[in-house]
Every structure is written in structure tokens, then in C-alpha cells.
């Protein structure tokens, strides 16, 4: 088992950045990747890019690509997204997930972190 915890979020002013950490624990050494979803209500939960857990490589989403980053600290086992230019359109609850496969579909995530609350103000 995997634990996930995540922490950051908020509200934030449009053309501002986000930061958000994930703390993993437990069985990390089956993990493949962790990656980060967003979710807006109503709406399926949005790949947004992963880091793999043992070779620190990622890989974000085209729409992503130059906003986007995804890094990990080995030392505490924490993963962290880093988001800049944010407009309104990015606000949307974010989630990180752990998976032991290459995959994009949140239905082969099987970890997840609690979910935290994102708003970028107009």
C-alpha cells in the first residue's frame, strides 16, 4: 500500500503560480510513477504529466509542455508540481496518483492523494 498526503493549493491570481507537494509512503518501491490529475466538477479527471518514480524522467501533456513541472525529492520520498501562467480555466481540484504501470488513464492509478483545491481568481 501506498500512502499519498498532499499539501498547497488555494487561490491564486491569474498570470501566478502554483505549487503543489505530494508525500508518498509505504510500498513505494513497486511504484512506477506518480503523476498529477485535475478534476473540475462534472468533468472526467485530467492527466496532466508524471514523473517515474525510479529513473526521475517525465513526461507532461502537449497542453502542459512550458507551464508545467514535475520534480522529486529522494530524500523524503515527495513530489511536487510547479504550474505558472495560471488563468481561470486552470481552476479545478488537483490530484496526485501513484500507479506500478505506464499509464495516463486515472483508471490505472490506483493511489491517490486527498485532493486539494485550486482557484485562480479573474
Known amino acids: 500500500q501506498v500512502q499519498l498526503v498532499q499539501s498547497g493549493g488555494g487561490l491564486v491570481q491569474t498570470g501566478g503560480s502554483l505549487r503543489l507537494s505530494c508525500a508518498a509512503s509505504?510500498?513505494?518501491?513497486?511504484?512506477?510513477?506518480v503523476a498529477w490529475f485535475r478534476q473540475v466538477l462534472g468533468m472526467e479527471r485530467e492527466f496532466l504529466g508524471r514523473i517515474q518514480w525510479n529513473s526521475f524522467s517525465t513526461y507532461y501533456t502537449d497542453a502542459m509542455q512550458g507551464r508545467l513541472s514535475i520534480s522529486r525529492d529522494n530524500a523524503n520520498n515527495t513530489v511536487y508540481l510547479q504550474m505558472s501562467s495560471l488563468t481561470p480555466e486552470d481552476t479545478a481540484v488537483y490530484y496526485c496518483?501513484?500507479?506500478?504501470?505506464?499509464?495516463?488513464?486515472?483508471?490505472?492509478?490506483?493511489?491517490w492523494g486527498q485532493g486539494t483545491q485550486v482557484t485562480v481568481s479573474s
Open positions: 509505504g510500498g513505494t518501491d513497486e511504484l512506477y510513477a
Open positions: 496518483a501513484a500507479t506500478g504501470m505506464r499509464t495516463t488513464s486515472h483508471r490505472h492509478y490506483h493511489y
